[in-house]
């Protein structure tokens, strides 16, 4: 192997991308039996995969993870068969939407013999992975892997060992076979990179795929990825999953193992980043999270809080009660979004299982303007240093969240500690708003018919256009409360129903940015995108919106259409 | 009520100090019956109760809380009387120790009337600790009463509410009747402000109390209190605990609600405070925390841990693994301690009911490095501006740990970053040492067979002379690590067994200091002085170590004297 070419080494930007993406190609080259070329890469690209794979290929990555485990696990597929299958459909994703930065042929197809050999050997599996194919964002560092976290400087920076949470899937069975695009910074709910440029979304090339899990976003949705692991401190888990119409959950802090990784702001702890699953299916994101937690990964990293997985229902004999955000009163969602939104809750109110109520937003441009605030506090200083180290442009929204983020303040000590005390005041009065949903208080405070979970939107919209993704406050929100959310999907836009056009008068500026593009590319700018919502709970109620999801997926029969 | 003297008012720092006295004295000179000057404070001072109390109020104040409970549940004391009881006893601590900044007669005695009416109307307590008199530690805030810390210019600042952690103790029929005493900074192992003095300790008074819930220590060490609220940063709960004799545990961070209180560096979450009983007995932690646990603070206060209360015997059908740590390697503990843990150990291995292990301490002179880097990340500046702002004097003890403190450093944000990366290497080798105590590890990575808890010293000495408590080391430990820390009482520094010298080439300057102090004063310097030891387990593992303890107390006959 030719050795990484890097700043370091003398070379350009230009030269470090242009060799980490022959990298990237080389390892598709192998793959067998070869992909061939996309001679146009259509708009909407999913039929693609019925064109270029095998129909057995197709089969199998298209199988949820709860279906595979045991076809695995009963030696009815073979984890060969399903690693080269994903392999296959990962590397079409590649040039597609342009998802990935590099596949692992060769240690995902030794590990695949290891598992069929051991499943042979031993007539069970190694584990309740065995023979899963996961996919891996960028900056979860793999041993002796680059991890450059989205800088072209910080390539050539090699992965010591694997990180903490593929530690744990890999006792669990799982295969990792495949690397994905991330942004520049990390920090756009977008991904565009000058290592790797633009990640299109599959359902509609003209959209982004979100970000900064995007990569993982357009696999999954693509179906080049049954499970991947992404990571979120404003969306970047949740806007890739809402964007390609793939389930994405973002854990409260502190319940699954991030040590490993690697990013800007190490050490800072004003607001927690997190990792989570993003999956074709709820049951994948559910068994993802619950292997992880089953392993007690807080005996080898001590910030993780010793929380078994509570498998027990917490909606026995009691009536899930979900509370309605249509609108964060900042920016308000497009058509389609509200669409959806309203069939869901309409179909909620007919069955009439689940009792529904409004939520009222409480002031979501503080809550963003406290996040935004404290998102680089060293000023962004090290965002700055790491791209400037290799002369590479600044993205738009690199720009955007940095140098034009009005919020962002170079702190000093006693600064940020007024910024965290102003951050757990707003924590305090949003957790006293759910407590004044109760019905009824016990002597000893104890409260209780609380709201369980409040349904959302997942952003301001559907998948946007490519450099308009500016208003987090959708996602953030609920990082800042650190609540856990879950992305699910709906619907897709649809041309007839979503072409509505109202008179509106925006709020703000960030509401008019974000009418005025509805207004300029209206449904047919973003048809086929997948319209997803967002479920939230309180925070380390991680198993709680896991369950009421489960209930809303069965009362109102979610999805309402089929995604491949 | 005349208006407060305050640095605002233009009043200087000793005027301030002379009211806060003034108004100290008269609410013990309105108790009836008064109680009498005592004419020469003796250096052992727990025999005045005997002579300056009624026969019942030396039998209701060396009561444990237990036996209280059941005893004003079934109205066989009034919580009139134990509250009477306890604040002439308090009043009594005041005139030996100087203890107290404030009793609270009045409102105290309008309490234990609802009490005592609530219970003979409804035939049940208003909850699990009705009628129990609790001491409060003065930065705890309360409402309409001073919250001044420590600083002489922070009097004249009122408790808005009261502190979360009152509310639910009132809920569960708390009585609130005395305030105590806290060092300037309430950053010291002792206690000693220019607003009240120096707070001694009660079994020597040439000794300190400890600190900064000095006051808590030395009342519930003189029985004025039976059940006090202390808070620990690196000690503050243990050191007083251990110096006068009682229990006192600090609970793992995020598991008892804080919000209320007030202290400098609000806002920061580098090295978090906790708070915590002192208490007369075990049980009384326990009731304590359980009760504050059962009463779901998470919903109120979202900085907390929505961990329930375990009530399950972590040692069913498993034998107690205890670790020894004779020494931290940095400051070699003085003679009576070593006896003491060695007395414990010799008569748990005797038993041979628990395994004994040694611990290898971890370079606790990095732990105490990393920590000290951490307390004052401004530089102290915000402790300095409350001294300076009323230009009372720095007293020794925040000479040390402020300007004398070698570790001590005014960080930037990127400096922070980088003392938390420190700080967290240094919590992840500590566990991977606990996980390395395991005797088997399972598939999926689980542990089995580690060390429980970590039996220790509780500081390098039992209570120090004033102004000579300077090593942290054997608490701000567990700070660090986050670990809960249990402190117990085990013996009494014995004149004849405990005069023992020894040649000793102390290893570095900390521990010259340390072991000079045992030169120049040997056991009759120390005579009376309660000899604790600390009981440490792993993180959020609060209820196995007092389940741990109880075991312990059993296998020993633990305390191996009366204190009273």
């Not at 019925?50 to 298209?62: F, P």
């Not at 490993?260 to 999270?289: D, K, N, Q, V, Y």
């Not at 409040?454 to 308009?468: E, F, M, Q, R, S």
Request: aromatic share 8%.
């Amino acid at each position: 192997m030719a050795a990484t070419v890097t700043i370091a080494s003398g070379a350009t930007w230009q030269e470090v991308a242009a060799d980490r993406q022959k990298h990237r190609d080389a390892k598709i080259s192998v793959l067998e039996p070869p992909l061939l070329e996309i001679k146009d890469v259509p708009q909407y690209t999913i039929p693609l995969a019925k064109e270029y794979l095998t129909a057995e290929e197709v089969t199998i990555t298209e199988t949820p993870v709860e279906k595979l485990v045991p076809q695995l696990a009963k030696a009815e597929l073979s984890t060969t068969a399903v690693t080269k299958a994903f392999l296959r459909r990962a590397g079409l994703a590649q040039k597609a939407v342009n998802c990935i930065t590099e596949l692992l042929p060769t240690r995902a197809l030794e590990r695949a013999a290891y598992l069929d050999t051991y499943l042979k050997e031993n007539g069970k599996p190694v584990g309740p992975l065995h023979g899963i194919p996961i996919s891996v964002k960028e900056h979860i560092g793999m041993k002796g892997l680059d991890l450059n976290a989205g800088f072209v400087a910080w390539v050539g920076r090699l992965g010591e060992e694997e990180s903490h949470i593929l530690q744990i899937l890999w006792r669990a069975g799982a295969v990792f076979y495949a690397r994905t695009t991330q942004p520049q910074t990390l920090m756009h709910l977008e991904t565009s990179s000058n290592l790797y440029g633009v990640t299109t979304n599959p359902f509609n090339t003209t959209l982004t795929s979100g970000g900064s899990s995007g990569g993982e976003g357009a696999l999954v949705g693509f179906r080049g990825s049954c499970l991947g692991i992404g990571t979120d401190i404003g969306g970047s888990i949740r806007s890739p999953a809402a964007n390609n119409g793939v389930y994405g959950m973002k854990p409260t802090t502190g319940r699954l193992p991030v040590a490993g990784w690697m990013a800007t702001m190490l050490g800072a702890e004003h607001i927690i980043p997190t990792i989570g699953p993003l999956s074709t299916s709820l049951e994948g994101c559910r068994l993802f999270i619950k292997t992880l937690i089953d392993a007690k990964p807080w005996y080898k990293e001590p910030s993780l809080l010793p929380f078994p997985w509570k498998e027990e229902d917490a909606f026995k004999g009691k009536k899930l009660k979900v509370a309605v955000l249509w609108d964060d009163g900042v920016v308000k969602p497009h058509p389609p979004v509200l669409r959806a939104l309203n069939e869901v809750v309409e179909k909620l109110k007919a069955k009439g299982n689940v009792e529904v109520v409004e939520w009222k937003p409480y002031k979501h441009d503080l809550a963003w303007e406290i996040i935004a605030n404290l998102y680089f506090c060293d000023g962004a200083a090290e965002e700055s240093d790491a791209i400037n180290a290799s002369g590479e442009p600044w993205r738009p929204l690199s720009q955007f969240i940095i140098p034009q983020n009005p919020h962002l303040q170079p702190h000093t000590i006693t600064s940020l500690w007024k910024a965290n005390q102003a951050r757990d005041g707003y924590k305090a009065k949003y957790a006293q708003l759910w407590n004044e949903t109760a019905t009824s208080e016990g002597v000893n405070g104890e409260l209780d018919g609380m709201v369980d979970v409040i349904l959302c939107p997942a952003g301001p919209g559907v998948a946007p256009k490519i450099d308009t993704a500016k208003w987090w406050g959708y996602t953030s929100q609920w990082n800042l409360l650190d609540y856990p959310a879950l992305i699910f999907p709906v619907d897709k836009v649809d041309t007839a129903k979503d072409d509505v056009k109202e008179a509106y008068e925006p709020r703000n500026e960030k509401d008019k940015f974000n009418w005025d593009l509805w207004e300029k590319f209206g449904a047919e700018g973003y048809k086929d995108a997948p319209i997803s919502l967002q479920l939230v709970g309180r925070r380390y109620e991680d198993e709680k919106v896991i369950q009421a999801l489960e209930i809303i997926k069965e009362e109102t029969g979610l999805p309402f259409v089929e995604y491949v």
